[in-house]
């Protein structure tokens, strides 16, 4: 084990979904200790521009360094989207920067080759058109289609989903024409996985469901055993810090997380 392997992993993303990747992450690896930073003063990202969340990802990387993160993770769609390069560049050799992005694109290619593939996400991630810039990059053969669901990450951070309405958003969306005839789905956003069993209720289980947490996670821990990182003493310490406190967020994490969790206000901005 390396003298870097005790230190901590770091995540951020704009608000909560990206505890849908923490959570992943700890369930993977419970002997790393991690350190979350939910932005919450700016949620959510995905109606930003690509300057603004840029400049909150380079703040949020200094803090994370600041607390010697061996890796970063950036668990947002959105944020990795606009600001990854930008994000690696910055960081340096200080630690190793991750995003959702790239393990996701990375098992469609290994598992999707040939076939027609959906995303949903923001506005800022489908715009962005990160993920089909990737897949055409792949020269698989992959007839890739998206589409921005805006409606989603507000309906889920206030709790309305697991209901008939939620199912009708939900519905009404995959049956759009651009997702017509795909083989998978890519969740292109941190917090679709907290109603992956309605999006799962409408496909029949006939569509595979890409969860970028599951995947992220898989990817963060063949990286870190392919470099001798992973923490092998199980003194794992998780710290929370959110740069605002917003009415519903403290009781949203242990939706998000899984179980109740302390959290730091760290505040990054007047």
């Known amino acids: 084990m390396s003298n870097k392997a005790k230190d901590p992993i770091g995540i951020f993303d704009s608000g909560i979904g990206g505890l849908t990747v923490a959570h992943a992450v700890k369930k993977l690896l419970p002997q790393e200790s991690l350190i979350y930073f939910g932005d919450t003063a700016h949620l959510p990202y995905g109606d930003k521009s690509t300057a603004a969340i840029q400049s ?82 792949l020269n698989e053969n992959i007839d890739f289609r998206s589409l921005a669901t805006p409606l989603l990450v507000p ?19 995959l049956g759009h024409e651009a997702l017509k005839d795909i083989k998978a789905l890519i969740l292109g956003c941190t917090h679709y996985p907290l109603i992956k069993k309605e999006i799962d209720t409408y496909y029949h ?40 406190f917003t009415p519903s967020f403290e009781h949203s994490t242990a939706l998000f997380f899984g179980k109740e969790i302390q959290l730091e206000k760290y505040p990054l901005w007047e």
């Open 56 to 137: 909150y990802a380079v703040k949020i990387c200094d803090v994370l360094l600041q607390q010697h993160c061996k890796l970063i993770l950036i668990a947002c769609n959105s944020a990795s989207a606009a600001a990854f390069e930008l994000v690696r560049e910055y960081v340096g050799s200080k630690a190793k920067v991750m995003s959702v992005i790239e393990p996701v694109v990375d098992f469609v290619r290994e598992n999707f080759a040939e076939s027609c593939v959906g995303l949903i996400g923001t506005k800022q991630t489908v715009q962005s058109n990160v993920f089909l810039k990737k897949i055409d990059h």
């Open 155 to 173: 309906m889920i951070e206030e709790g309305f989903f697991k209901n008939e309405v939620s199912q009708q958003i939900v519905d009404t969306y």
């Open 205 to 244: 289980g006939k569509v595979q469901i890409i969860d970028s947490s599951e995947i992220t996670a898989k990817a963060l821990r063949a990286y870190l055993e392919f470099n001798n990182l992973l923490n092998s003493t199980g003194e794992a310490k998780d710290r929370f810090m959110v740069s605002d």
